[in-house]
């Protein structure tokens, strides 16, 4: 706990200080490029993959990056996000990001022998029809890849079911990916439903339209430390 004490310090006089023409506008209003889902692993960390600063990606985050089908009436962290995201901060971009080793997909393996009170079962268990169709493998790591890529693309489905997003997508007002973050390669491939097989990221980004406003990068906001 020391270093995280420590590293607020440091970052106070280090990083904000230094770049207090960038983060005072911040504590009035925020206009984040992205709403993005992602596993609250702790190895997986968004700004750091995209090189983000503060300001730039709306973020929920939960065991196995999942998105509840929408329910008229039900009061989730996700939806709350979805409906801000969209209808206060008009994000025109949603990304599901998974990742390699996802433990709560692992765990949904082995959903049968976890406890029906335990509160990771009661979270993972509505999503569990993501297994269905998986074929029997005997290569278990084959298996959670294949796992992770069709969990990416249920989430998508999913999002699809909010009305907003629905409305959203049908006036060209938003935009879906799916990605998956490799732990041990650092790469963020992108997972196409109609395709199979995960593609780097790099190819799509020649039809990414740039920000309209100019971006600083966390790499250059960080230069600031010695
Ligand atoms: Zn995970």
Redesign the pocket.
Known sequence: MKRLAKGTLVFKDKVFNPNKAFFQPLSQEQHPVALMFT???SR?EPAIITQSPPGTLFMVKN???LVPEYQAGASTSEAAAIEFALTVLDVHHIIVCG?TD????KALFNLEGMPGESAIHQWLAPHAKVLDALEERQDLEAALNELIRRNIIQQLQNLRSYPEVASRLAKGQLHLYGWKYRLETGETMLIDPFSCKPEPLSTIIAQLEEEARPEMTLGQMEKQVP
């Open positions: 596993c609250c692993d997986v065991p196995g990056n990742h996802c433990a709560a997909l």
